[in-house]
């Protein structure tokens, strides 16, 4: 029996070439990032090799295409190569970095020189890169399994292995490379423009308003048979701890959960809940609430030790964080995750919305409607952080953060700018402030049936 072992993984967009006088590239899948193995088959006692790309989320196959003697692989740019078989259409490849268009380069062209020898075609124009930043898969690996990080709701088994179509299959979800910020969005922020938007907690006035606001001073032609593929290393989801566990020391940075887009980041089921909700976060909400971060005086609020802060981040994102010496660092670390999203999680509503419900008198019924309608995964995201508010909120009278001291302190890390002028980020940040306070009492009242002070 043939049985197949992926010897590299790598992201990348894959293109088919449309010959028509000129080269023009027709994006396959959607334009969405593809996981692109290189495969190696000697079950039949001599090696071949082949190229499958497949869409993550669908396990759609989009490309297979061997690797034969007569292959011309070109890199004509930086984060670009061609791919040509007699026979086929010429296939491109936008990669997420330009490390990722040398490095496969290099095994194509070494695969290619087994077979025969070497080649080279001429270079043409790459298409223009598409939209958003890609994520990096991980590389340089005899064989590949990991899991998809479906797993299970709180209070479930700590580790479960999720299979896809039936099948145990590889996913992409790592940290991303260095990447320019994507162009600002029209219409977003207030005041002069720059070149990326900020989070709003970026800046020192917003910082400075927000602790004196709060009341408190504290290959064959074949279609791909993907579950051919010989899988030699166990990896698997712990969703207790969000980490991926039994992963190769290179492939540590996979467990990377800060400033991650909420797609690339492994996600849990979780009741009550229409999409699934990153596991970190329900991790972090766990510990916190089991280390009676709900009594904690000012618990948000207060600013942990940078240095530890940092350290136990570290830990997270290398799957290795297991307990803490100060629950603020935790809850802080709460914020930190949403302030370092790629978009703010607010980023997606409206502007006229957000202004139109700071402006105006607590109508529940309406705010119920706003925050019911937002779109997937923002709605559930958004529903799942004022219920985490509500729980701090509804033990005020111990740990004195108001429906209001909470808005103001969390909100600033939901909404990213575009304004360079302090004031003007002020001015936007007490908006936000007023939006995620009635957002808030209108969940606790809708929820909870608790009456919070949105004065």
Partial sequence: MSVEISIHCVNAVVYESIPDGERNWQPLGGAQWAEMHIFKDEGNGMATFRIVA???ETTEVILNSNIVASTLWVASAEDFAEMNNPGEPVFGFYFPAPEDTVQITTIVDKTVQKLKGTFSAPAVLPPPPPPGPPVDAPTGAEAVEEVAPEAEAEGAAE?????????????????PPPHPDPPAASGTGTGGKSARRRSLAEFKEVEDATLKATEIAL???RPSNISEVEHKLHVSFNAKRAAYEGLPDEWSHMNQQFGLAISNVPRVSVEGYEER?????????RYLEENSGRDQVGIFRLAPDKDDCNFVKSQINKGKFTECSDVNIIANLLKV?????????????????????????????AIVETYSSLHEPHRSLILW????????????????????NMAIVMSPNL????AENPMAALTMAQKIADFTTKLLASRLQEKFQYDARVQ
Avoid: C
Avoid at 160 to 173: D, F, H, K, N
Avoid at 415 to 418: H, M, P, R
């Fill in 54 to 56: 497949w869409i993550p």
């Fill in 159 to 175: 580790e479960e292995l999720v299979e896809v179509g039936g099948r145990v299959l590889s996913i992409s979800r790592t940290a």
């Fill in 219 to 221: 290959k064959d032609g």
């Fill in 277 to 285: 909700i990153p596991a970190v976060l329900v991790m972090m909400r």
């Fill in 337 to 365: 995750w949403f302030r370092e999203l790629p978009e703010g999680l607010y980023n997606d509503i409206p502007e006229a919305t957000i202004h139109r419900i700071a402006d105006s008198p607590l109508d529940v019924p």
């Fill in 385 to 404: 952080l004022l219920d985490m508010m509500a729980g701090i909120v509804m033990n005020e009278s111990v740990n004195k953060m108001s429906a209001k």
């Fill in 415 to 418: 909404f990213q700018t575009n």
